[in-house]
């Protein structure tokens, strides 16, 4: 499966954005999706993902500021981000690894097979 995040820009603190992530190939239905952020000197961090079978988790940091959501028929997967922060600027990416249904929804940037090129969310105070 090859991903494509898109939908970042420039925003200011308390305001939204929309991240959405294009996957190509077959059977994407089948993967575990999730959104990942870097900000400048730090590592890569995972901020929300969700199951092929819909469940989600989200980091702390996110959690009733973000949602995520997958369109299968589309093969999309959307990060709506509200009140954004500051802190909440970096490069987003996401990753897809194929799961079974009864396996749980990885949460590590180290269990992502495939990645996808990163969208900038700049946040101005």
């Known amino acids: 499966v090859q991903l494509q995040a898109s939908g970042g820009g420039l925003v200011q603190a308390g305001g939204s954005l929309r991240l959405s992530c294009a996957a190509s190939?077959?059977?994407?239905?089948?993967?575990?999706i999730g959104w990942f952020r870097q900000a400048p000197g730090k590592g890569r961090e995972v901020v929300a993902a969700?199951?092929?079978?819909?469940?989600?988790y989200y980091a702390d940091s996110v959690k009733g500021r973000f949602t995520i959501s997958r369109d299968n028929a589309k093969k999309m997967v959307y990060l709506q981000m509200n009140s954004l922060k500051p802190e909440d600027a970096a490069v987003y990416s996401c990753?897809?690894?194929?799961?079974?249904?009864?396996?749980?929804?990885?949460?590590?940037?180290?269990?992502?097979?495939?990645w996808g090129q990163g969208t900038q969310v700049t946040v101005s105070s």
């Open positions: 990753a897809a690894k194929d799961v079974i249904v009864t396996a749980p929804l990885p949460t590590r940037v180290d269990e992502y097979v495939y």
């Open positions: 190939g077959h059977s994407f239905s089948r993967y575990a």
């Open positions: 969700i199951h092929r079978g819909g469940g989600t």
